[in-house]
Every structure is written in C-alpha cells, then in structure tokens.
C-alpha cells in the first residue's frame, strides 16, 4: 500500500532500497571515534536540496559492520502517499522497531 513503511535488517534489502534511489551510506562528521563511524545516515546526494556538509560518504562494508554493533533496523518507504518513488528512511533500534 502507497504510504506505508517496511522494517528491515537485510543488508541486501536495505542497499538495493537505497542504490535504486541514488543513495549512499554516509556518518554524520565528527560523531564517531576511531574504528566508530558516529551517526549512520543515507544521503541521497541527487535529491534537491539533499547535500549536507555535515554527512561524509562511507562504504558499505562501515555502514554495515556499524549497523550490526549498534542494533539497528532499517524503516523505510517505497512510494509516496500519491504513489511516487519514496527516499523516506530512518535507522532505529532494533528494539524500539520490534514494539
């Protein structure tokens, strides 16, 4: 159903979800510490207005290794109320998405 968000912790889902809509992993700058890479986000750098200069590229491989040491689940949205393609997504604990 248009509108309706999906919970994932599948890293294929999830890197499909977001490649298929230009996105890339990204950490918020200056949130982590060595070998921590802080505040995981995904940038969708085509998007207007989407640039962030607070927000550095990452690989896969980080923003994975990341997800799984901190719990967290994927939410996410493939249309629109109106029926278009959907960027809407956040990361959340896997227990709060669990509830």
């Known amino acids: 159903m ?3 968000s999906k919970t994932t912790t599948n890293h ?3 890197r499909r979800w977001v490649e298929e809509r230009g ?3 990204a950490h918020a700058i200056g949130t982590g510490n060595e070998g921590d890479p802080g505040l995981l986000r995904i940038e969708f750098p085509g998007a207007p ?3 962030d200069e607070n927000l550095e590229p ?3 491989e980080e923003f ?3 997800f799984e040491e901190n719990g967290l689940a994927f939410v996410y ?3 629109k109320r109106d029926g278009e393609e959907s960027t809407f ?3 959340v604990s896997r227990e709060n998405a669990n509830a």
């Open 64 to 66: 994975f290794e990341a």
């Open 12 to 14: 294929d889902e999830i």
């Open 77 to 79: 949205q493939d249309e």
């Open 49 to 51: 207005g989407a640039r």
């Open 23 to 25: 996105g890339k992993p």
């Open 2 to 4: 248009a509108g309706e």
């Open 89 to 91: 997504s956040k990361l």
């Open 58 to 60: 990452i690989s896969w």
